[in-house]
C-alpha cells in the first residue's frame, strides 16, 4: 500500500505526464504550422510516450489500493521562435520530470516501499533516455546553425520516429 504522501505526489506526477503530452502536442501543432512536419512528428511521437507514462502511473497506483485523483491540466506554450528554442524548453521540461522522478523515489525509500522504489527505476533510466534524445537534437540544431539545408535534413530524419510500446508495460482492465 502506499503511503498518502508517496500517493499524492505520484497522482501530481500523473498529472505533470498529462501536462508534458499536453506540451508535447503543442510544439506538434506549431511543427505543423511553421510547415516542419518531421519536427511535428517527432513531437507527437513524444505526446504518445508521455500519455503512456502517466497511465503507467495511474496503473501503479490503482494496482497499490490507492486513489487516482486527476486535476486540471495546465495550457501549455503555443509558440516558439525556432526549433532549436522549442527543443531547448523541450529538454528544460525533461530536466524538471527528472527532478520530479527523483523526489518520488526520494519518498519511496523513506517510506521504505521497495514496490514503489523498484517501479520508479524504469522511469528514472527513462528520463536519462529523454535528456539524451533532446540534447542531441539540440547539439544538431546548434551545428547547422540558419542552414536551410540542414534543417531539413533534421526534418527529415526526425520524420521517421516512430511510436513504440514501451516493454513491460502494462494494462489494468476493468470490467464494467
Known sequence: MLSKKLEKAINSQINFE?????LYLSMSAHFLNVNLKGFANWMRVQTQEESVHAMKFYEFVVARGGKVILESIAA????????????????????????????????????????????????????????????????????????TEGLFMIDRELGTRVFMMPTGSTTVKFNP
Open 76 to 147: 501549455p506554450k503555443n509558440e516558439w521562435k525556432t526549433p532549436l528554442a522549442a527543443f531547448e524548453d523541450a529538454y528544460h521540461h525533461e530536466t524538471i520530470v527528472t527532478g520530479r522522478i527523483n523526489d518520488l523515489v526520494n519518498q519511496a525509500v523513506l517510506d521504505k516501499d521497495h514496490a514503489s522504489a523498484s517501479f520508479l527505476q524504469w522511469f528514472v533510466n527513462e528520463q536519462v533516455e529523454e535528456e539524451a534524445n533532446a540534447l542531441e537534437i539540440i547539439q544538431s540544431l546548434k551545428q547547422i546553425k540558419t542552414s
Open 18 to 22: 498529462l501536462y508534458s503530452a499536453y
